[in-house]
């Protein structure tokens, strides 16, 4: 670093990271009329897909959506740029109903490049940022490699997989961001200095193969859905050649080669002391924990229009280059590979997010915001999640405004956010819809009437957002009504119910009460429906889903009014936990540390019983009847 140091610049906002995090980070502070600074080690890294070129899946699809209504940008970029898409678990219900794209990862960092650099008020710099300033227990500027110093109000870290970023590959082990970059070191120790929890985590990616040595004949072919249906709430239809994807399988021969050279993976070789994602293990991993499989399946997905480079999904490693090359022949289809870029694994610095308040401020140092794989979660769309959260949180401070925070109940984002405060991880966090209690009504289909209401009053939702949803919400009621009021006879309905496959009516029913039928859909009663009017795909679905599952989504209301109830009890951050009698030492322990905002909060807090939430309720009603007094 450059011993003399010097004033180069003033913002409201500094965004350290421009990956997925940093991008909705800076995007939402300027839009909501903040001046704000975006700092990259190598602006090539901007919304880079250092790992799997796609958006979206299980999970992490309801997240893009959720973004996508509070107006954040990842999921116009992927509707602009993606080769191939996909809904899946469309056996399954709507409420685990999640779409996911194939991007061109060249297109999908070249066009969040362009939104960044076209956003006013937002300036984007290529410089690594080596030391964050902090005054009086505030961070307030950032210093650069350059001997640069900016100031602002406050200050978000977004450092993915950058800080001290060390990668491995057998026995080479070499200090590395993401992709071949350089790693940010000096801010890892910087950071350390300040007292902030750190932690060691580790996540990998498979190698790169290109196409033309691929025999593409001995593998299962996987097409694009023939509709599609777009990420953003923006778009009605989208229409695009779509390019395939293919499956393949590991076989006996692969677990071989593998099992035989354990002792050469820097996973087993002691070499790496991250913590890896449980959910997305390294193939050694997969062999050596599930000795019983006989075969693990893998995608070979392409990586763009504009390269021959194929990402080998389900087959990351950190195995020497001559094991993956033997391995990797052993696998029908690529018996002839060529490896362009052989795959790693990566190990980076984060932080522990039980040191964050729910608006991702830290705790100890005030304004100093933080997102995405720093604060311990994996994937992209978690880290925009986090970065849109953080920006919006930043400019609320900043502006002395009460915190924008969605609980559990109104959001896959306010799970994620969660999950990570209260509760903590001890491996790279991954979101799953299994980890949202109340995922009948948190869908990805009503993401816009949960959230965009919300984000039009923080001024991050656009006017013209808005207005789509208000003539979406109209559209909605009105076709419900509509089939509420439309009746369907005995006799007149029977070929129909035939065909179909369900009993004929036996009196006077509506089309909505017909549609509750599971043979029943909205496409398929338009043949009895002359009068229907013609809507758009985002209105029906929303319609269609009230309607046959009107009865489980009552049901779920009443479990999250329960739930608000414990939310409303408020805590005072400063209560003394020690003081309460009957509180166990562990429980007033661990309440202290995380300082939960609710009742329902704390009894999320791992280590808190339910026991512990009746004291503490008890406690409540006495200083409440003691203060009635």
Known sequence: MSTETFLMGTYDVIVVGAGH???????????????????????????????????????????????????????????????QSRMLNTAKGPAVHSLRAQADKS?????????????????????????????????????????????????????????????????????????????????????????????????????????????????????????????????DDLEKDQVSCWLSYTNEETHRIIRENFHRSALFSGQIEGVGPRYCPSIEDKVNRFADRKRHQLFIEPEGLDTDEMYIQGMSSSLPEDVQEAFYKTIAGLENIQIARPAYA??????????????????????????????????????????????????????????????????????????????????????????????????????????????????LATEERYQRLLEKKKLVEQERKRLENTYALPGETDDFMRRVGGAPLKNKTSLADMMKRPEITYENLAEIDPDRPVLSDHVTTQMAVQIKYEGYISKQMQQIKRFQKLENQKLDPELEYSSIQGLRIEAAEKLSATKPLSVGQASRISGVSPADINVLLIYLEKERRSKKK
């Open 346 to 459: 990566i190990e980076y610095d984060c932080i522990d997010p039980t040191d964050l308040n729910l608006n991702l401020e830290n705790r100890h140092v005030e304004n100093l915001f933080c997102a995405g794989q720093f604060n311990g979660s994996s994937g992209y769309e978690e880290a925009a999640a986090q970065g849109l959260m953080a920006g919006v949180n930043a400019v609320l401070k900043i502006n002395g405004k009460e915190p924008f925070i969605l609980d559990r109940s109104e959001a896959y984002i306010g799970v994620l956010i969660d999950d990570l405060v209260t509760k903590g991880t001890n491996e790279p966090y991954r979101i799953m819809t299994s980890r949202a209690e109340y995922r009948i009504v948190l869908r990805q289909d009503n993401a816009d009437l949960r959230l965009t209401e919300k984000a039009y009053r923080l001024g």
């Open 21 to 83: 995090a940093g991008c909705e980070a800076a995007l939402a502070c300027s839009r909501m009329g903040k001046r704000t600074v975006m700092f990259s080690i190598n602006l090539e890294a901007v919304a880079m897909m250092a790992c799997n070129p796609a958006i979206g899946g299980t999970g992490k699809g309801h997240l893009v959506r959720e973004i996508d209504a509070l107006g954040g940008e990842m999921g116009l970029v992927i509707d602009r740029t993606f080769i």
């Open 107 to 235: 297109r999908y960092h070249a066009d969040m490049k362009r939104v960044l650099e076209m956003q006013e008020g937002l300036d984007l710099k290529q410089g690594e940022v080596v030391d964050i300033i902090v005054e009086d227990g505030k961070a307030c500027g950032v210093v650069l490699k350059t001997g640069s110093i900016y100031r602002a109000k406050a200050v978000i870290l977004a450092t993915g997989t950058f800080l001290a970023g060390k990668i491995f590959i057998g026995d080479s082990a070499y200090e590395s961001g993401p992709n071949g970059m350089a790693p940010s070191v000096e801010l890892a120790e910087s950071l350390r200095k300040l007292g902030l929890p750190m932690r060691r985590f580790k996540t990998g990616t498979p190698a790169r193969a290109l196409a033309q040595s691929l025999d593409f004949s001995k593998m299962k072919e996987e097409k694009g859905d023939e509709k599609i249906v777009p990420f953003s709430f923006m778009n």
